[in-house]
């Protein structure tokens, strides 16, 4: 059995959808995701955004420069693994922050949607309102582990491990606050919709 096109439409060309498919992935790459927001939601997100470029770059540059000196000049930076190690977190809590902020936070809607909008609405405050006490437990109990280990010592990089394991208690925290940001922004949102 072959595969037919539905009756009425076009064929195109490998090449045509080829470049269909860069034009759609250069659209929703180079988007504007905080379009519609206020300065002070813009000016959090840039300096999250600033904050993850600058752990980013940080990586790169470490794994880079330790491998060419690895494979080309004979010697590594003994704590350019441990420096990547420690700086991973506060990627992902940066990372999950502006997630939950621009809404972009795996979510399934479509059976939400399925409910009708009063039961989405209460579902999305439950879940909000459910996500941010997860994450305010969660720094709580990572904040008793970084006073517990974090005044050790690392062993190459000489710095306490309180610096790099603050990220499981900041990113905790500051992804409670997005959620309860959400919540806040969804019920002044409804109430003008109630009022219009």
Do not use: C
Not at 12 to 26: H, P
Not at 29 to 42: A, C, K, P, T, V
Not at 66 to 71: C, E, K, S
Not at 109 to 115: C, E, K, T
């Amino acid at each position: 059995m072959q595969d037919r096109l539905p009756e009425g439409s076009v064929p195109i060309s490998d090449a045509e959808l080829a470049r269909q498919v860069d034009e759609a992935a250069r659209a929703t790459e180079f988007q504007d995701l905080d379009i519609g927001r206020s300065r002070l939601d813009r000016a959090i997100n840039a300096v999250a955004e600033a904050l993850g470029v600058a752990v980013l770059l940080t990586i790169v540059t470490v794994v880079f420069l330790n491998a060419l000196g690895r494979y080309a000049l004979g010697f590594v930076f003994i704590w350019g693994d441990e420096l990547v190690l420690s700086l991973l977190p506060w990627l992902g809590m940066l990372g999950m922050f502006l997630s939950i902020r621009r809404r972009q936070i795996i979510r399934i809607d479509f059976f939400a949607q399925r409910l009708g909008a009063r039961m989405e609405t209460v579902l999305a405050f439950a879940t909000h309102l459910f996500s941010a006490a997860i994450f305010v437990w969660l720094a709580i109990v990572s904040l008793k582990y970084l006073q517990f280990f974090g005044g050790d010592q690392m062993i190459y990089v000489g710095l306490q491990k309180g610096w790099f394991m603050a990220a499981m208690v900041v990113g905790p925290a500051i992804a409670a606050v997005a959620y309860l940001g959400l919540l806040v922004q969804d019920y002044f949102k409804r109430n003008r919709s109630d009022i219009a």
